[in-house]
């Protein structure tokens, strides 16, 4: 049995709502990219919890580099951190906390790459061709049908960039998943019970 | 329901395997590149049969350019293709064939491809960690442990290349397929009745 499943996704694939709907299914908690930053702003971006969280991502080569160094000879500089960087650090302790906890899902936020050292977690991925996303995008998200490609491809560009840069891995290649789902051809539904069946 | 289920998969990924677990418990038929090979040699190179099959691959942009441009103008000159290429015309055309006569399970030959223009097709790569092809390499196929990477390595290059060749798409990208799935970290029988489920 899986206890965590992450979630990555292309913009307007739906696999925030594949991921909500395998919470349901599964009893988990589910956890999406604002919840989390909502818990990192939170639980505070003081020193101490970003002290405390940066010792726990120092282990990852390529995150020190991301870091610029700062971690070098055990004694890194917290002010000396872009935001965005303190950011990652509070999420990462806190995506860790939250698969420590209990059966939860997670969308986003490089939660796969996170986690990486567990073994009780389904990594997905979901896609879909353009013409589905855009679809999406018009109806869920109020995006002009004009302007959808346009923002589709800005947004998706913007995720693969956060990811390769706190991760060194390419986004949404098959090899760094478990699974991955194209949304537009199987539905959404399928895509859901498929994930609970290979999580159990 | 999907009628004809492709499968793509890196060497020593077990996909090959997935895909007769899939047939048998499907009660499809099961074709794998040796017995398509088989069947283009069988059933001829002869001049009419690739003439034919010829006919039915032109709509291909990227097969033409393949092809070297000899079927522009409509008039081509069978005998300058070179033997793969015929053996790829003909197989393209027994793929269709098969896909045409009934349910079934085609493994490589990038039939995927082939069968793009059908929405009765579920398009499957299966993938897994080196270590993980490592282990079956040198259990199913009896390649010694020490040559075992670098077999591996070859082979999946060979793979890429003629898929690239033959259909300008890049290999074992996510977003060419329904679903991708590690049959390391999953499990044979898990990928396949989740090939199963994603069928019906």
């Given amino acids: 049995?899986?206890?965590?499943?992450?979630?990555?996704?292309?913009?307007?694939?739906?696999?925030?709502?594949?991921?909500?709907?395998?919470?349901?299914?599964?009893?988990?908690?589910?956890?999406?990219?604002?919840?989390?930053l909502l818990?990192?702003?939170?639980?505070?971006?003081?020193?101490?919890?970003?002290?405390?969280?940066?010792?726990k991502v120092t282990s990852s080569f390529?995150?020190?580099?991301?870091?610029?160094?700062?971690y070098l000879?055990?004694?890194y500089n917290h002010n000396a951190m872009p935001l965005s960087d303190k950011i990652f650090v509070v999420q990462n302790k806190i995506i860790n906390q939250l698969a420590e906890e209990g059966?939860?899902?997670?969308?986003?936020?490089?939660?796969?790459?996170?986690?990486?050292?567990?073994?009780?977690?389904?990594?997905?991925?979901i896609h879909s061709k353009m013409e589905d996303k855009i679809k999406r995008a018009v109806e869920f998200y109020n995006i002009a049908q004009k302007n959808a490609e346009k923002e589709i491809r800005k947004k998706d560009k913007s995720r693969a960039s956060h990811y390769y840069y706190y991760t060194g891995i390419e986004w949404g290649k098959a090899e760094n998943y478990d699974v991955t789902l194209n949304s537009g051809s199987l539905g959404i539904e399928a895509c859901a019970d498929a994930i609970c069946n290979l999580a159990k």
Avoid at 2 to 19: L, N, P, Q
Avoid at 39 to 55: H, N, T
């Fill in 1 to 36: 049995m899986k206890r965590v499943i992450t979630i990555a996704r292309e913009f307007g694939s739906g696999g925030r709502h594949i991921g909500q709907l395998v919470a349901e299914k599964l009893g988990y908690k589910f956890y999406d990219k604002e919840l989390i």
């Fill in 39 to 55: 818990m990192a702003r939170e639980s505070g971006l003081s020193d101490k919890f970003i002290e405390e969280a940066g010792e």
């Fill in 62 to 70: 390529l995150f020190n580099v991301a870091m610029g160094g700062i």
């Fill in 73 to 75: 000879n055990n004694s």
């Fill in 103 to 125: 059966p939860c899902v997670i969308v986003g936020r490089c939660a796969d790459y996170i986690l990486k050292d567990r073994d009780d977690c389904l990594n997905v991925f």
